[in-house]
């Protein structure tokens, strides 16, 4: 008779536990995967700094204007700049008369357009900007201020709106009677019927 007594008795558990079996799997598999694959600060500690650098647009550079007609009957002034002045120094430009107009100093850079209004001298404008001379004149700003849609037998036209529209680098409205949206800013040009250039683009 035999007194060697059987491993495998009713109510014991051979082998180790389970959860240690488990839990040992999952620990050998994170160190593996650490050691294998880096974590982000080792990443950023071993690879170049990255800087956030802001450089300036060579083409947002200031641009020289001149005020080439006054139409107060229209709250209008066109506004000439050079031929080889830029799309991005055009919008650098009606961004500058938005600022200043927030800061009360348009009126030291553009003539009134709304005098003795009881918000202000430039409280109602509209600021039309050409390369060229002959598109800025008066009667040609008086077709655009009128719209598209302004009868062209009371209104004779040297230069007919749509030719006019297409010449139109910029356009910057003023309208403090629209708390909501006092300024309006855009390359190119359309009118309140929503008629517009074909390089229109709204900035602002």
Known sequence: MTTDKNPYEEGK???????IVIFGAILIMWLLINLAVPSGKQKQATGPEISQVVIE??????????VHATLT???AVSIVVPAQVTTSQ???LLKRFKEARLDQSLPTMLPATSPGHKLGDQAVADFYIFSDPKYAAPEVVGTLARGAHAPGNLYPQAI????????VRGHYRIDLNDTSNPDTGAIGFADESGVHSKHYRRIF
């Open 160 to 167: 007919p709106f749509e030719e006019a529209m297409e010449q």
């Open 13 to 19: 558990r051979a082998g180790l536990h389970p959860l």
């Open 73 to 75: 009957e229209f709250n």
């Open 57 to 66: 647009d060579p083409d947002a550079a200031p641009v020289m204007y001149k």
């Open 90 to 92: 055009v919008v650098g």
